[in-house]
Antibody, heavy 122, light 108 residues
Framework: QVQLQESGPGLVKPSQTLSLTCTVS??????????WSWIRQPAGKGLEWIGR???????NYNPSLKSRVTISVDTSKNQFSLKLSSVTAADTAVYYC??????????????WGQGTLVTVSS | DIQMTQSPSSVSASVGDRVTITCRAS??????LAWYQQKPGKAPKLLIY???SLQSGVPSRFSGSGSGTDFTLTISSLQPEDFATYYC??????????FGGGTKVEIK
């Protein structure tokens, strides 16, 4: 059973860089045709896809965040990471990592981490 | 970008009721649609993918239908553990994946 766990600071100052890591257990991050993704959810609001990475290092980002986002992968540690620069209060949200699995011809989020709350405040 | 619009935004129902939630895409997405269930303080859980395929372990009272721009999620007989918020997600314009705004199923 694949499990994902987010980790990182719960409080980030405005204008600084938010950094989170997702550790994958129960399977190798390199096995299978999976993408690894970050999604966020402000309190009381809906889900926003941030970006995804393949284990080759190939990335795609949400155009609305592209200028500030970097997602990377460390296959030796079975982890992938998110960096979001120049944060403001609008970036306060629960951040989820998730696996994109190939199901009947499409990619869907089939495994999720529990989520971690990141608050942007001075 | 493909916009996903869910309706209603909330619905009040009783245990045993049949509940239907609708999701409309701003352009055709074939059958590339998923439904997720999210309970308070928890991560979303995949229920349905490819519009009508039930994810492993999900009770058969959940079903999905539709193609093109209009989709529905139906709970045939609402159970106490089904009170949650439901989201649709389009997978047509990969890698840019977008979610609907959510539908909260509340106790009547």
């Amino acid at each position: 059973q694949v499990q994902l766990q987010e980790s990182g600071p719960g409080l980030v100052k405005p204008s600084q860089t938010l950094s989170l890591t997702c550790t994958v257990s129960g399977g190798s991050i390199s096995s299978g045709s999976y993408y690894w993704s970050w999604i966020r959810q402000p309190a009381g609001k809906g889900l926003e896809w941030i970006g995804r990475i393949y284990t080759s290092g190939s990335t795609n980002y949400n155009p609305s965040l592209k200028s500030r986002v970097t997602i990377s992968v460390d296959t030796s540690k079975n982890q992938f990471s998110l960096k979001l620069s120049s944060v403001t209060a609008a970036d306060t949200a629960v951040y989820y990592c998730a696996r994109l699995g190939w199901l009947r011809g499409g990619y869907y989020f089939d495994y999720w981490g529990q989520g971690t709350l990141v608050t942007v405040s001075s | 970008d493909i916009q996903m619009t869910q309706s209603p935004s909330s619905v009040s129902a009783s245990v045993g009721d049949r509940v239907t939630i609708t999701c409309r895409a701003s352009q055709g997405i074939s059958s590339w649609l998923a439904w997720y269930q999210q309970k308070p303080g928890k991560a979303p859980k995949l229920l349905i993918y490819a519009a009508s395929s039930l994810q492993s372990g999900v009770p058969s009272r959940f079903s999905g239908s539709g193609s093109g721009t209009d989709f529905t999620l139906t709970i045939s007989s609402l159970q106490p553990e089904d009170f949650a918020t439901y989201y649709c997600q389009q997978a047509n314009s990969f890698p840019l994946l977008t979610f609907g705004g959510g539908t909260k199923v509340e106790i009547k």
